[in-house]
C-alpha cells in the first residue's frame, strides 16, 4: 500500500510539474529596429544610393512602399525599417518589420519574397541586379520579426539578425 501511495504522489507531482509549463505565451524579446538598421549601414557596404524611407511621408514614402511593397501598407506594423535604392540599377536594399502577430508576420514574409521574385525577373532590372538580388536576397523571420537583406554580406548580415535574438 505504501509503494502505491508513493507512486500516486509521484505521478501527481510530475503533472503538476508539467501543468506549470503549458499555458504562459512565450514572451518574445524586443529589438529595437531602428538601432539595428543604423548599425547594418555602418558595418555593412550597401550601394551609395541606399536610403532610409519615410514610410511615414505621405508622397514619396507612401509611393516608394506601394512600388516597392504594396502588400505591407495595409498591415498594422509595429516597426517597420526600409532602406532602398534610389535609382533603378538596385544591388541591394534591406526592410526589417516587426508585425503585431504572427498573422501578420507571415504576410509580411509573403511580401519580402514578392520584392525578390519582383527583382529577379528578367527584363525588368538590369542584368547585374537580376543577379545580386538571385545570388544574395534572403528572407528569414524570429516570430513576428521579418527581414529583407539584399546584399554580398547576406550571410554575415543574417547571423547578425539572429544573434539579436539570442
Known sequence: MKKLT??????????SALSACGGKPVEEKQVDLAAFAKTLTENHEFSGFV??????DPEFGAVMLENSYPALKDLELAQLEIYLSMVSFNTGEFALAQA??????????EAFEAR????TEEGVNYPETVE???KHAKVVDHGTYVMLVCSEEADAIVSEFEALFQ
Open 6 to 15: 508513493a507512486l500516486c504522489m509521484a505521478a501527481l507531482l510530475c503533472l
Open 100 to 109: 503585431k502577430s504572427p498573422e501578420d508576420a507571415a504576410k509580411v514574409k
Open 132 to 134: 545580386v538580388w538571385t
Open 116 to 119: 525578390i521574385a519582383s527583382m
Open 51 to 56: 536610403e532610409r524611407l519615410d514610410v511615414d
